[in-house]
T-cell receptor
Framework: EAGVTQFPSHSVIEKGQTVTLRCDPISGHDNLYWYRRVMGKEIKFLLHFVKESKQDESGMPNNRFLAERTGGTYSTLKVQPAELEDSGVYFC??????????FGPGTRLLVL | GENVEQHPSTLSVQEGDSAVIKCTYSDSASNYFPWYKQELGKRPQLIIDIRSNVGEKKDQRIAVTLNKTAKHFSLHITETQPEDSAVYFCAASLRLPPWALGTSYGKLTFGQGTILTVHP
């Protein structure tokens, strides 16, 4: 069974540009989470989808971040416009019901 | 909201020694506590977890203990090996029964991470 995949693995953009991250969860997992780790700090929760619905978006830092999960399969996280402090590693995780969360390899975002 | 503190931030041991990492949490409602291991350049992977109705759980060289009253839990690794070197994260979460699913459940609140180095 394929694990959680994320694309791209790395992204380097200029401040003010737009970046879109993609996450493909494990097939059949209704729950999809986005997390972020900034500069060696803790991994922080961003939001939680159940199928296509946003169950909890309390961790989204501001309205420059937009997450979608149309059709309840893969999800995208768009940052527009990107700021320097958005640099970090963005992780996606998925789970079946409230089971173990399986993490993707992450997208390393660098905003210059 | 939940807050998780993890100590130490770095831990260096000799191969064969034991390693202990400690975490405290603030929200007494949290009832699920997983530990993730992240090797360099790889994804975080679950190594062990414990629910609040259990005080201790063991899996080969790894064990986790939970003290609900004091709101702290610990990871114990015995007979450490160089391949145990990684960053370890503790986390706390709230799992709800299906009939009580509300607006916020399932999200993991992580500690700051511990860089464990096992010297051969």
């Amino acid at each position: 069974e394929a694990g959680v995949t994320q694309f791209p693995s790395h992204s380097v953009i200029e401040k003010g540009q737009t970046v879109t991250l993609r996450c493909d969860p494990i097939s059949g997992h209704d729950n999809l989470y986005w997390y972020r780790r900034v500069m060696g700090k803790e991994i922080k929760f961003l939001l939680h989808f159940v199928k296509e619905s946003k169950q909890d978006e309390s961790g989204m830092p501001n309205n420059r971040f937009l997450a979608e999960r149309t059709g309840g399969t893969y999800s995208t996280l768009k940052v527009q416009p990107a700021e320097l402090e958005d640099s970090g590693v963005y992780f996606c995780a998925s789970s079946q019901d409230q089971g173990t969360q399986y993490f993707g390899p992450g997208t390393r975002l660098l905003v210059l | 909201g939940e807050n998780v503190e993890q100590h130490p931030s770095t831990l260096s041991v000799q191969e064969g020694d034991s390693a202990v990492i400690k975490c405290t949490y603030s929200d007494s409602a949290s009832n699920y506590f997983p530990w993730y291991k992240q090797e360099l350049g790889k994804r975080p992977q679950l190594i062990i977890d414990i629910r609040s109705n259990v005080g201790e759980k063991k899996d080969q060289r790894i064990a986790v203990t939970l003290n609900k009253t004091a709101k702290h839990f610990s990871l114990h690794i015995t007979e450490t090996q160089p391949e145990d070197s990684a960053v370890y994260f503790c986390a706390a979460s709230l799992r709800l029964p299906p009939w009580a699913l509300g607006t916020s459940y399932g999200k993991l609140t992580f500690g700051q991470g511990t860089i464990l180095t096992v010297h051969p």
